[in-house]
């Protein structure tokens, strides 16, 4: 099965920046619509932005206009800019292939971002 490996995350203070990266092993990356989530403390899992094999994107009202999803289907590699952070985006960050919506992988290990002064 493809494995997902999350890197990138740190910490960082209300409204830095910072760039996560999604490498997988390659076979089928290019065919998926691929997705970033995050895991608050506490919380459940939710998706934070989705972009298909076509670059079409979405993303969350939370973050809207503060986050960018890519692909770079010549690297087999997931990225998610995010910008203006807030203390809410404090959480483990992670990346999945999706089909008909729904999470069709397994779960990487993840990356944590914590956002604090």
């Known amino acids: 099965q493809e494995q997902l490996v999350e890197s990138g995350g740190g910490l960082v203070q209300p409204g830095g920046s910072l760039r996560l990266s999604c490498a997988t092993s390659?076979?089928?990356?290019?065919?998926?619509?691929m997705g970033w989530y995050r895991q608050a403390p506490g919380k459940q899992r939710e998706r934070v932005a989705a972009?298909?094999?076509?670059?079409?994107?979405n993303y969350a009202d939370s973050v809207k206009g503060r986050f960018t999803i890519s692909r770079d289907n010549a690297r087999n590699t997931l990225y998610l800019q995010m910008r203006s952070l807030k203390v809410e985006d404090t959480a483990v960050y992670y990346c999945n292939y999706l089909f008909g919506g729904v999470r069709a992988g397994s779960w990487g290990q993840g990356t944590q971002v914590t956002v604090s002064s």
């Open positions: 390659g076979s089928i990356f290019s065919t998926y619509t």
């Open positions: 972009i298909t094999t076509g670059g079409s994107t």
